[in-house]
């Protein structure tokens, strides 16, 4: 896309999001918690709040170019000479990952919805000859809504990691533990604003197996960093209230949002006494501010199953500047959604992401299960 296009497509959302739109009182004879799930659906915040596609993207990105910069420094040891194109380290992934999420209501005196939260999620990532990975995470929580527009809720992230190198020998082992936050309100009738905020602590060691000279040599080391994790999103929905020409059960919208992912690792000594380095140093900083558009339907006898397309486009600030140059991105997401019920929602979902230089390309199969009680 060409430059200016990109702006003015960024301008118009945000043109968008800031415009006011009338609040409607709720039907007085609908309960708080059945408004509140209700609003949450309609305004997209329940999806918001229950998909980790957007971490998932983001460490994705990460782990290419960690693996990549660690090839290139790998061939100026061995090969000096100019630098290689971006081209020479380009990279293809697939994905899939399978999550359960559930609000659980707890029962009291108070009109305001209190829920306990969990969701299971397992991820593989497999770059075909490089890196093949999963990842499995449990978050346990509480949701509190202060009103039928909004959520807080706060709650413990734990997560088991396991790669295992395909172009040596070497696996790395983590664990981790930490805290996540998240909030949500709809200012309007079309538009809602999503924050998740998550500190975890990682642990474990790596091990790789490399050929010195006739013999073969292990090096072990233990790792130990925090990960940090920041994600603000601004999410436009309209339907035939406001759009006219809209079909009943259609929503048209977009979304304006940044993301941050801050990586700090502790200093450590391997199996034979040397300092380790990482490819970018003890931090590795990657922020993206991204925009889209979406559309999604009605569509069946009963009208509860639901296609649905979703367009993004990236702007990256990073120091994991090298071999990777390319700091624009587009992501393309699709997918059908079945309607089990108020709080029940069933979807397959297909991404394809890349950059402007078609060097890392990625493809990720998402099956979600939301399913609240």
């Known amino acids: 896309m060409h430059p200016a296009n990109r702006i003015s497509l960024i301008s118009l959302l ?34 918001f709040y229950s998909t980790g596609a957007d971490l998932g993207e983001l460490i994705n990105r990460q782990v ?12 100026r040891t061995f090969a000096p000479g100019p630098p290689l194109p971006e081209s020479a380290f380009a990279t293809e992934m697939e994905g899939y990952v399978a999550q359960w999420d559930s609000l ?29 990975s999963r990842n499995d995470r449990y978050d346990l929580g509480v949701l509190y809504a202060p009103s039928a527009r909004s959520y807080l809720a706060a709650g413990l992230a734990l997560e088991e990691t396991r790669v295992t190198l395909k172009n040596t020998t070497g696996n790395t082992r983590l664990s981790a533990a930490g805290l996540r936050l998240d909030g949500g309100w709809i200012l309007s009738d079309t538009l809602a604003l999503g924050a998740r905020i998550e500190d975890l602590h990682f642990s474990g060691n ?19 960093f925090r990960r940090q994790y920041l ?10 209230t406001q759009l006219d020409w809209l079909p009943a059960g ?11 992912l801050y990586q700090d690792y502790e200093n450590r000594i391997n199996s034979l006494g040397q300092a380790v380095t990482e490819p970018f140093g003890n931090t590795e900083r990657l922020g993206v501010l991204r925009t889209g558009v979406f559309i999604s339907g009605a569509a069946g006898a009963d009208r509860t199953w639901s296609p649905y397309l979703e367009v993004l486009l990236d702007r990256e600030y990073t120091n994991m500047d090298r071999p990777f140059t390319s700091r624009n991105s587009s992501i393309f997401r699709t997918g059908l959604a079945k ?30 299960v939301v399913f609240d009680f």
């Open 339 to 368: 309607t089990l019920g108020t709080g029940k929602r069933l979807s397959l979902e297909w991404q394809h992401s890349n950059n402007s230089s078609s060097t890392r390309d990625r493809d990720n199969i998402i099956l979600l």
């Open 14 to 47: 945000m043109l968008a999001l800031i415009l006011p739109a009338p609040i409607h009182a709720q039907p007085p004879q609908l309960p708080v918690f059945a408004q509140w799930a209700r609003n949450m659906g309609q305004s997209g915040l329940r999806r």
């Open 104 to 132: 659980h209501r707890v029962k009291g005196k108070t009109g305001n919805p209190l829920y306990l939260r969990g969701l299971a999620r397992s991820a593989k990532r497999l770059e075909w000859d490089k890196v093949h």
């Open 64 to 75: 290419s170019y960690q693996v990549a910069r660690r090839q290139e420094l790998a061939i």
């Open 231 to 240: 994600q603000l999103e601004g999410i436009l929905r309209m339907t035939s």
């Open 206 to 224: 790596n091990s790789v197996t490399i050929q010195a000279g006739p013999a073969l040599r292990t090096i072990a080391r233990d790792l130990d």
């Open 250 to 260: 259609w929503q048209l919208g977009g979304m304006a949002g940044a993301h941050w």
